[in-house]
């Protein structure tokens, strides 16, 4: 079934005022020169777009003001989700579009407009350890820290164990080949953090992506669409909304690893 680009549709997407008008006047009634002081606009720039909302039953107006009809109650209910993950991908565009995103479940791809507050951070390749540091320095301030790592970072070893010493409840999830490497090479400070009361170790076999949630923070890095690791730009947002999405994403990836209790 094909709409009609005469319709509905296209009064409510092939005009931004439109749309605007529609989602303003959701929240309550408004008189023509209240609508006309919002958009900072003329009668005559404003009345052709009312009219044109009049007719397709999306709005009404009775002697004093303009009002949002049911049906366009209905026509706002699902357009505003929609316009929220657009204007969340487009916010992002690039970082959505050059790397691989089967890391990341569908259920909360879906779900995409609760990162649209979250920006990218890019640091140039000489100093991407320095943008580590800023980045973990962010994350000491947190009361509790969950992540999955699939890359190695020389610093995080030690900053994780700190971590525990201070008694930040932490989970991390690594990847087998990360795993491996921090066993050998960093014996001691693995085994001081499966030491802690407030620390959890999960294995998985691999994951495509690398990321930290806290109670305020996420940060999320992918991989390009080669394989390769982008160590450059990371999708960073603070608040519930953002952490708590992050936590989820966290909770599927533990559902498929196995914890690691000792060495």
């Keep these: 079934m094909q709409l009609k680009s005469t319709g509905l549709l296209s009064v409510l997407t092939f005009s931004e005022k439109r749309k605007d008008l529609l989602f303003l006047l959701e929240e309550g009634p408004r008189s023509l020169s209240q609508i006309r002081e919002y958009f900072d606009v003329s009668s005559p720039e404003i009345s052709p777009r009312l009219k044109e909302m009049e007719a397709a039953n999306l709005i009404i107006k009775d002697e004093k003001e303009y009002h949002i009809t049911p049906i366009g109650k209905v026509a706002a209910k699902y357009l505003n989700p929609l316009v929220n993950t657009l204007e969340s991908i487009e916010k992002n565009e690039d970082f959505w579009k050059d790397h691989i995103l089967e890391g990341i479940p569908q259920h909360l791809l879906d779900r995409i407009s609760e990162l649209g507050e979250c920006i990218v951070h890019e640091e140039s390749l000489e100093n991407i350890y320095d943008s580590h540091k800023k980045f973990l320095d962010n994350i000491a301030r947190s009361k509790e ?47 001081a953090y499966l030491d802690s009361d407030n620390t959890r170790l999960y ?3 691999s994951a495509k992506v690398a990321f930290v949630t806290t109670d305020d923070f996420f940060s999320l890095s992918l991989f390009f669409k080669n394989g390769t690791y982008d160590p450059q730009r ?7 909304t953002i952490s ?3 936590k989820e994403l966290f909770e ?11 060495l």
């Design 145 to 191: 820290v969950c992540g999955v790592s699939s890359i190695f970072i020389p610093i995080y070893p030690e900053f994780f164990a700190n971590l525990a010493k201070n008694n930040v409840p932490t989970s991390l999830i690594l990847t087998r080949n990360v795993f491996e490497k921090v066993k050998n090479e960093y014996t001691e400070t693995m085994q």
């Design 203 to 205: 294995l998985i076999e």
């Design 234 to 240: 990371d999708l960073m947002g603070t608040g519930n």
């Design 244 to 246: 708590n999405w992050g």
């Design 252 to 262: 599927y990836y533990k559902r498929e690893a196995r914890e690691i209790t000792s």
